[in-house]
């Protein structure tokens, strides 16, 4: 009730001193296009997306150099452990921050999101151990409260007719921090190695050799801290109870008016036994699986030798490779993706997809057999095609459709902290898996990468089977 209070009490008066009223004042003003308010968008999540794709070019050398491995095949073990802090972290704190943002404003979290961001990534390109890095990782993935709270700040920042656009710039803006991020980690690391007229060996970048990529990062971060300290803030913080009596009455039966047109019996508001939508979780929850398990495992085997099955690529050579998937992923989605959407819907793509998918993973052992340019233009064609085939994210569209329009804030967090926990599980299971496969170089079924490719299939198989009915159900409107 005091939330209906509250919207109805806004849409009698403003006030005077509130920075919530004069972001709806500046709206109602202001009718030219929102440049300002996408560039800031773009900026925080690109801040944010950085650091989850720039280690998967380097993260096997980085596991090699801490020693922690007492053989090649130990490895992905520990990389998976690295590579799941971040998304163990967040599923922790996504729900708190939410809290912490309705309760003191959005933009105090933006800039904790992007100064810690600069911090904890810059420790973690120093890490000299294992624990070093796991434990960044967790802090950095403890203290991303962007995602979330840029998408809930740009539903109120912008007017109701930008909303569409602002919400295709946060995928925008991901899907270039996909490309970005990669070429950092693959080109950056190691300097001193590969730039040895620039880098000397007894410098921070060489005595710290994955320090450069993170700390480019961190710098952006720090650039993109001090712009967001001019961004205004949508939380209202005017009192209640300043109005007058007869203007409490009159807002509070108005408010009682709207509560129960907009939910009626409240009974059934529980979003657990809303199965449309828990089914649609589960679903995006178990192709989130596969995303970070392909991720994981691609950049493992790509970076180990070929005496396991592996290419025994450079950072260079995994990081142009990612680059060039995420460039052809961003190409799809704002090209292609639109018209395949509104033509065959979010589930049957999913389904075509997937089914598309399986033969691709399962060529990437054979592809492994060649040599030279061939191998690598056939290694980037399906990687390309495994990242637009991989449409984890695209069955999330419904789940807007799966709850009311008030609680579809909660709806969207639950999807986020289950989504978190599963990307959790991806990359450590992905490195157990990577590690034990390497030791299966000479079995006859399905021996060394033939049985990462398999696994990675089973997933799809399993996520796809799960969009059909009884599992999947679209809610009746």
């Known amino acids: 009730m005091a939330k209906e209070y509250k919207e109805a009490l806004l849409e009698k008066h403003y006030h005077e001193g509130c920075p919530g009223c004069k972001v709806e004042k500046m709206k109602e003003v202001r009718r030219g296009y929102p440049y300002l308010e996408l560039s800031f968008i773009w900026i925080v999540i690109l801040s944010t997306s950085l650091p989850i794709s720039s280690l998967y070019p380097f993260l096997y050398y980085m596991i090699e150099d801490f020693g922690v491995a007492k053989t090649e095949k130990d490895i992905g073990y520990y990389a998976g452990f690295i590579a799941c802090a971040f998304m163990f972290g967040r599923a922790l704190t996504s729900i708190f921050w939410g809290i912490m943002s309705d309760r003191y404003g959005i933009k105090p979290i933006i800039l904790l999101g992007t100064v810690t961001i600069a911090v904890f990534n810059a420790l973690f390109g120093m890490s000299t151990n294992i624990w070093m890095a796991i434990a960044t990782r967790f802090m950095l993935g403890s203290f991303?409260?962007?995602?979330?709270?840029?998408k809930a700040y740009a539903t109120e920042i912008f007017r109701e007719e930008y909303q569409a656009t602002a919400m295709s710039a946060v995928s925008t803006a991901w899907g270039i921090g996909l490309i970005i991020g990669p070429a950092l980690g693959g080109f950056l690391a190691q300097p001193a190695d590969k730039y040895p007229s620039v880098f000397s060996k007894e410098s921070i970048f060489g005595r710290f050799r994955y320090a450069l990529p993170c700390f480019t990062i961190s710098a952006f971060a720090l650039v993109v801290t001090a712009l967001c300290c001019f961004i205004p803030e949508t939380l209202h913080n005017h009192k209640l109870d300043n109005t007058s009596d007869d203007d409490s009455i009159e807002v509070l039966e108005a408010a009682s008016l709207e509560s129960i047109e907009k939910t009626g019996n409240n009974k059934k508001g529980s979003l657990l036994k809303n199965w449309p939508l828990m089914s649609s979780i589960l679903v995006y929850c178990v192709l989130?699986?596969?995303?970070?398990?392909?991720?994981?495992?691609?950049?493992?085997?790509?970076?180990?030798p070929s005496k396991y099955g592996g290419l025994g690529y450079s950072t260079n050579h995994v990081g142009t490779i990612l680059t060039v998937s995420g460039l052809g992923l961003f190409a799809f989605q704002v090209i292609l993706y639109p018209?395949?959407?509104?033509?065959?819907?979010?589930?049957?793509?999913?389904?075509?997809?997937?089914?598309?998918?399986?033969?691709?993973?399962?060529?990437?052992?054979?592809?492994?057999?060649?040599?030279?340019?061939?191998?690598?233009?056939?290694?980037?064609?399906?990687?390309?095609?495994?990242?637009?085939?991989?449409?984890s994210t695209l069955i999330i569209i419904t789940l807007t459709k799966q709850q009311d329009q008030h609680q579809r804030g909660a709806a969207n967090g639950l999807a986020m902290t289950s989504m978190s926990l599963f990307k959790t599980v991806g990359p450590v299971g992905a490195g157990i898996?990577?590690?034990?496969?390497?030791?299966?170089?000479?079995?006859?079924?399905?021996?060394?990468?033939?049985?990462?490719?398999?696994?990675?299939?089973?997933?799809?198989?399993?996520?796809?089977?799960?969009?059909?009915?009884?599992?999947?159900?679209?809610?009746r409107r």
């Open 144 to 150: 991303n409260c962007l995602l979330g709270t840029i």
């Open 288 to 304: 989130c699986l596969h995303d970070t398990a392909y991720s994981e495992i691609f950049a493992l085997w790509a970076n180990s």
């Open 339 to 391: 018209s395949a959407e509104r033509l065959l819907g979010a589930v049957l793509l999913t389904r075509l997809a997937g089914a598309l998918m399986i033969p691709v993973q399962l060529s990437y052992p054979f592809i492994a057999l060649l040599s030279g340019v061939s191998r690598s233009i056939l290694l980037s064609f399906a990687s390309i095609l495994v990242n637009v085939f991989s449409v």
């Open 433 to 475: 898996l990577f590690s034990w496969t390497e030791g299966r170089k000479d079995i006859v079924f399905l021996p060394g990468p033939h049985m990462l490719f398999f696994f990675l299939n089973l997933m799809v198989i399993v996520g796809v089977s799960l969009t059909f009915k009884p599992f999947l159900v679209t809610a």
